[in-house]
């Protein structure tokens, strides 16, 4: 088989009491792997369990210890990677009331963090319309995780950023209930945060400049054209210095006892015509929208990073039809490498699909917490 | 956990057991192994803890722990009364102390300023510390306090307090760990990061 220089995949994963699975150990083609079976038979959590090796948490449920199996005491996910020829194992533990241990090739990390942007990944999943119906906090989320996948720098100063916010916060609570006010202190906590804070929001701006070209194109290529849809970044350092704004909101922020401004209020638009998405699209647009901006990131990351990341397609044809599927999974299997996982209830479906595509592949169907391939 | 039949051996587990890094089953060997020495070990052990905890003192000066009322830093005609250097606790006075490479006076903070763990200006021991400079005729204050966000702040808050008494504020080499790794700091590059210090800038 035909191999690009620079080619990730995740060759192999043993899975150990995560979710409703107890012990499985899986072989993966380099190229697509597809997972068939009837709802909850827990075909995502296989997806889940990918996401977690390369994110450090799962994509569905915050709480680690809530992704053990119900009648354990930990879980322990490995996998075996090939990246650029050379094997590399991610392990990562959760154990009830231990807290979670992450290692690469046998060696724990300082920091789980770092860990993050080694093997890059994007989920495709029914869940993301939470991206356009949720809170704006889904959605910084969500762009700070494809920075940090390819930003190590970011994600410090992301860290940083947050916890100097919950030292603000902290004082402007605690000024408040001793009615002794420092300004020194606030001083401070400005410096620290403008510091950060000005260096991630130009992060954010260059990163949208650069996503919206290729995400116009996967638009239109996905919608067949004809519509305009617009994402935007938005913040309230476009307006005025980050320096300005905070000494605006002083006031406020004493009264409501929290920081009222700053780059934790920042917020991604998406629009038709114009208009808000959430309010104002079809469900058709909105799933649209939501792959396109998906497939764009998955594109970016390869742009920076030269490899593509693990693209993971979540129950897919929940939000396409089968057209628009066969011609992702075209487009994607037209590049020289790139893994990609996908599940579907239909494994007639995928079959079809995947016989007129001449790209190594790997077919299981899951029925009782067991695998066969097919 | 072992049951223990006797309610004196189980108090005094119990006991051992709230100190930092000793579980119940280690708690339970010192136990066994003070049974077997003499009443005496037991008897100086108890009076040592009970001495040391009733009779030390903190400093008045530099809130160092003292036998009196100022401790044997600030009592030794030795030393540099015109160099003050800022720690957050006791350890760090220790540590430090172990380098061998100062020679001047401490000012112990006891914390280090938190919003986040309830902890403010005011609960830090600097109350005194302007009159201190004043009247002693001090040159040069020196940082060495913890290189994260809170020991930042700290820094921080303490340079504009003594800014106006214009005086040399200076901080040590960046890259030093301090604080809560100020122990795992070797002697000697803790040492040279105290002799090469740097002006305090924001
Ligand atoms: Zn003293």
Do not use: W
């Amino acid at each position: 088989m035909h191999q690009h220089p620079f080619s990730m995949f995740l060759k192999q994963l043993n899975i150990l009491n995560f979710k409703n699975y107890e012990e499985s150990s899986l072989e993966f083609s380099p190229r697509i792997n597809c997972f068939a079976g009837n709802n909850g038979v827990g075909k995502t959590n296989i997806l889940d369990a990918i996401h977690y090796l390369s994110l450090t948490k799962s994509y569905f449920n915050p709480v680690d210890t809530q992704n053990i199996n119900y009648s354990k005491d930990f879980f322990v996910l490995e996998g075996k990677y090939v990246l650029d020829g050379v094997a590399e194992n991610v392990f990562c533990g959760v154990q009830r009331n231990q807290g979670k241990k992450f290692k690469r090739n046998d060696k724990e990390y300082g920091k789980i963090s770092e860990h993050i942007g080694l093997i890059p990944v994007v989920m495709i999943s029914p869940g993301d319309s939470e991206l356009i119906l949720g809170g704006s906090e889904m959605r910084r989320r969500y762009i700070d995780s494809v920075i940090s996948q390819y930003n190590r720098h970011y994600l410090e100063q992301l860290i940083r950023y947050n916890h100097v916010l919950q030292q603000r916060n902290s004082y402007l609570k605690m000024a408040a209930k001793s009615g002794i006010f420092d300004t020194t202190m606030i001083e401070m906590f400005d410096m620290q945060l403008i510091k950060c804070g000005e260096y991630i929001f130009e992060e954010r701006k260059i990163f949208f400049s650069r996503l919206q070209p290729v995400f116009d194109q996967y638009y239109e290529f996905l919608s067949g054209g004809a519509e305009l849809v617009q994402l935007k970044y938005e913040s309230a350092l476009f307006i005025e210095s980050f320096a300005d704004l905070l000494a605006h909101s002083i006031e406020k922020d004493k009264i409501l006892q929290y920081t009222t401004s700053g780059i934790h209020k920042d917020d991604l638009s998406m629009e038709i015509y114009g208009l808000p998405i959430k309010k104002n699209g079809s469900q058709g647009q909105q799933k649209t929208l939501l792959v396109a901006l998906k497939l764009a990131q998955y594109q970016f990351i390869h742009q920076i990073r030269s490899l593509y990341p693990i693209l993971l397609l979540d129950d897919i044809f929940d939000k396409l039809d089968e057209k628009r599927v066969r011609q992702i999974i075209t487009v994607v299997s037209e590049l020289q490498n790139g893994q990609i996982f996908i599940t579907d209830t239909h494994p007639q479906r995928l079959k079809g699909i995947l016989a007129e595509l001449e790209v190594d592949n790997k077919v299981y169907f899951i029925e009782n917490n067991l695998f066969t391939t097919i | 956990m072992i049951n223990i039949s006797s309610k004196l051996v189980r108090d005094a587990v119990q006991e051992l057991a709230k100190l930092p890094g000793i579980g119940a089953k280690t708690a339970l060997r010192l136990v066994l192994h003070l049974l077997r020495q003499d009443v005496d070990t037991s008897v100086m052990l108890g009076n040592a803890i009970v001495s040391m905890r009733t009779n030390i003192k903190f400093c008045i000066k530099c809130h160092n722990i003292a036998d009196g009322d100022y401790c044997h830093i600030c009592t030794n005609p030795q030393r540099d009364g015109s160099t003050i250097c800022i720690v957050e606790n006791i350890k760090d006075v220790m540590v430090i102390e172990n380098t061998g490479q100062f020679k001047g006076l401490y000012h112990v903070l006891g914390g280090i300023i938190s919003p986040m763990d309830g902890i403010g200006p005011s609960h830090l021991n600097l109350d005194n510390i302007e009159k201190r400079i004043v009247e002693n005729n001090v040159k040069e204050v020196i940082f060495a306090l913890p290189t994260t966000i809170e020991g930042d702040t700290t820094s921080f808050y303490i340079f504009k307090k003594l800014k106006p008494l214009n005086l040399n504020i200076t901080t040590l080499a960046r890259g030093v760990a301090i604080g809560d790794d100020l122990e795992y700091t070797d002697e000697i590059t803790l040492g040279r990061s105290l002799v090469n210090r740097v002006m305090y800038s924001v």
